[in-house]
């Protein structure tokens, strides 16, 4: 039966709480009316100590103020509650000397029966809490309040903008603005309640120099106890009460400091505080050393330091373990997720589409090339490149990949583009490549092999013979020279490839930044960008840069007026660029030294054009072809032994028919027409190619 009766008034308990609250703040207010004997005094000041406990702990597991708003009101009663007690133990102390067992235990126990003790010790307190902890926790709620109101207009106009965009819904918008409300408020309040402590303090302050000189006058006159007797006692059991009210108050201002000096968090004080100051395991290291030289100094505790120190880097120790640990486990957790939510997922089979325009695979002996750490300067270098055809050639090569591909010999490596592999090569790691500028033959001291980028002869040398070889006249470059130089004129052969439709777009987009009209009058009216792309891709592939691209733009917008076949347009860019073109065929003497087209073959040429789908093609008799391709080619390397350089002149009609029937067989042949001849270069014609078999 008993539990049926127990659960009921919990439940009456629970169902008339604010009477009970009422009730007890009636009750408190009658304290200061009513005398009540020592026994009850204890029990009230013993609760007044809890109640102070209870509230700092209150305020250490909180995660934001708002779970304990009640706090400026409980700490009026609170502060009202402690100055009731005062009274009550005020009247005792005057009146029988005697104000229970807590006030006589804090009187003698706590400062050992010491007056003069007990008296600095409370105005020590009293000062903490009116000057440190309370002025402080005042400044902290006036400057949160201040902050919070000035924040409330922007506050609630994001919350509006949130719910106009349907992010939230209309109750949680209005628990929002409540909660915003709610927080301006706490903050007020607590900035008002800040002066409930510091009147607190001064009330015991005051309250204690009246015990002490009303308990002089009350023992020496009316009870006739000499002055020392007197004094003993009454100032005693004053400080007595003193402490035992400074206790709790100390208790809870400090509680209020915690509260308004927290921001919210995710966690309580404790948890936070614990894994802010577990955090730099590093600094720990560093205070156990300095506590280490400490120890050394002879005047210092060495046993106490020593022991310090050892501690304090064993936690660091422990720390820093548990951190390299729990990092460990969550890269693991990490990557297991990872799998998990990939196997769960559709495969994306659209990454298989992309393709890089251009990529390097290199064997595992050749990875120290790219790690800086060892030594290695690829990165950097490719970076270069790119840099060095932008000036050169005018394009944008995208950023080279670089991969490491097991399956090619440790030392080979392999360009692919768009990728397929188009050209390799093999570096041999710890030697360098000497080659023979002159091409001479020499014995050298090395393993024979060929240089990757133009199949000349080379052989591979320790370092040692670096220095001894360059003294020497051969040319000695690294490893990465090698392949750069290899990659710079893979580029170069096969920028044309390289220039797709998004690179175009990015070079009209660069010169729209300084000459507009040229872009805007061209594109997309005049020439779309595969159009653009058509013309700029056959100068690339002859090795015309594209630097002046604003000339280009104007050639072809003039050209385009005309016709919009791609053969045109280039052959009207071209004459556009003939300052260009002739200083790349220029002599160290600033001659042009061409080859030239008898008359006869020239017209037989013309005759045999044909008009295809991919241009305009001459269509000669095998045999015929044949034999004309030998004569150029007998041509070209008499020019070339001669100048390094081979170049035929031709008519403007010939020009592009007669270089795509060279192209395959002669790659590096220039042929240039007279309309891409500026006016004030001097022509030396080296050779000429007859019709005759």
């Known amino acids: 039966m008993p539990f049926p009766i127990q659960a009921q008034l919990r439940k009456r308990l629970r169902t008339n709480t604010d009477l009970a609250i009422a009730g007890l703040i ?12 020592p026994q009850a005094l204890d029990v009230l000041l013993s609760v007044s100590i809890t109640l102070g406990l209870v509230i700092l702990l209150i305020t250490m597991f909180t995660t934001e103020p708002l779970q304990f708003s009640v706090f ?27 104000a229970g067992k807590v ?97 607190d303090a001064i009330a015991g302050v005051i309250i204690t120099l009246v015990n002490i000189i009303g308990g002089l006058a009350i023992g020496v006159l009316q009870k006739g106890m000499p002055v020392a007797e007197a004094v003993q006692t009454y100032t005693v059991l004053t400080i007595g009460d003193g402490l035992v009210a400074q206790v709790p108050a100390v208790l809870i201002s400090t509680a209020a400091g915690i509260l308004v000096t927290r921001a919210t968090s995710d966690a309580n004080f404790g948890t936070e505080l614990s894994r802010q100051f577990t955090a730099f395991p590093k600094i720990l290291y560093l205070v156990a050393g300095i506590l280490f030289l400490l120890a050394l100094i002879p005047a210092m505790p060495h046993f106490v330091l020593f022991l ?15 951190r390299q640990r729990s990092e460990f486990s969550r890269q693991e957790a990490l990557v297991k997720q990872q799998m998990q939510e990939k196997s769960k997922q559709p495969e994306n089979v659209t990454t298989y589409f992309q393709v890089d325009p251009l990529q390097i695979e290199i064997g595992y002996n050749l990875i120290p090339l790219t790690d800086e750490s060892q030594g290695g300067d690829l990165l950097g270098r490719l970076a270069a490149v790119r840099r060095q055809c932008a000036l050169e050639l005018g394009i944008y090569v995208r950023p080279i990949r670089i991969r490491d591909n097991l399956g090619l010999p440790p030392n080979g490596y392999v360009f692919k583009l768009r990728g397929e592999q188009s050209a390799s090569g093999e570096l041999l790691t710890g030697y360098y490549l000497a080659m023979d500028p002159t091409g001479e033959a020499r014995d050298v001291p090395g393993i024979p ?41 893979f580029i170069k052969a096969n920028a044309h490839v390289l220039l797709g439709r998004q690179e175009v777009k990015e070079l009209l987009e660069a010169v729209k930044e300084k000459d507009p009209a040229v872009v805007e009058e061209l594109t997309p009216d005049l020439l779309s960008l ?154 030396e014609v080296v050779g000429t190619v007859n019709e005759q078999t």
């Open 26 to 37: 009636v009750g408190i207010i009658l304290m200061i009316i009513i005398p009540m004997p």
């Open 72 to 98: 400026p009101a409980l700490l009026l009663v609170t502060t009202l509650y402690r100055l009731a007690l005062n009274i009550s133990s005020t009247r005792l102390i005057l009146g029988q000397a005697y």
């Open 103 to 199: 006030i006589d235990a804090f009187g003698h126990v706590v400062v050992g029966g010491n007056y003069i003790v007990g008296f600095i010790v409370f105005i020590i307190i009293t000062v903490i809490q009116f000057v440190v902890i309370t002025s402080g926790a005042g400044r902290v709620a006036e400057v949160a309040a201040r902050f919070t109101l000035d924040a409330m207009p922007g506050k609630q106009m994001s919350i509006d903008a949130e719910f106009n965009a349907g992010l939230i819904s209309e109750p949680e918008a209005r628990e929002k603005r409540r909660r915003l409300q709610r927080e301006a408020d706490f903050f007020g309040a607590m900035d008002g309640a800040s002066k409930f402590v510091r009147g």
């Open 308 to 322: 310090l120190a050892a501690g304090t880097g064993l936690v660091a120790y422990q720390l820093s373990r548990a």
């Open 449 to 489: 092999t060929r240089e990757p980028t133009f199949g000349l002869p080379a052989w591979w040398v320790p370092a040692g013979e670096k220095e001894r070889l360059e003294r020497s006249g051969l040319t000695v470059v690294d490893l990465s020279t090698v392949l750069v130089t290899h990659l710079t004129e």
């Open 530 to 683: 595969g159009e653009i792309q058509k013309v700029l891709q056959n100068l690339l592939k002859e090795g015309i840069p594209l630097r002046d691209l604003v000339t280009i733009g104007e050639a072809l917008a003039d050209g385009a007026r005309m016709s919009k076949d791609p053969d045109f347009l280039t052959e009207h860019v071209r004459a556009a660029l003939a300052r260009t073109i002739s200083r790349l065929y220029l002599s160290p003497q600033n001659k042009l030294e061409v080859i030239t087209l008898h008359p006869k073959l020239e017209q037989l040429i013309v005759d045999s054009l044909q008009q295809t789908q991919l241009g305009t093609y001459p269509v000669l008799e095998p045999g015929l072809a044949r034999k004309i391709l030998e004569k150029i080619k007998a041509a070209a390397e008499k020019m070339i032994q001669r100048t390094g350089k081979a170049v035929i002149l031709c008519s403007p009609r010939v020009r592009l028919p007669l270089k795509r029937f060279t192209e395959r067989s002669l790659p590096g042949l220039g042929i240039l027409s007279l309309n891409e001849i500026v006016p004030n270069i001097e022509v």
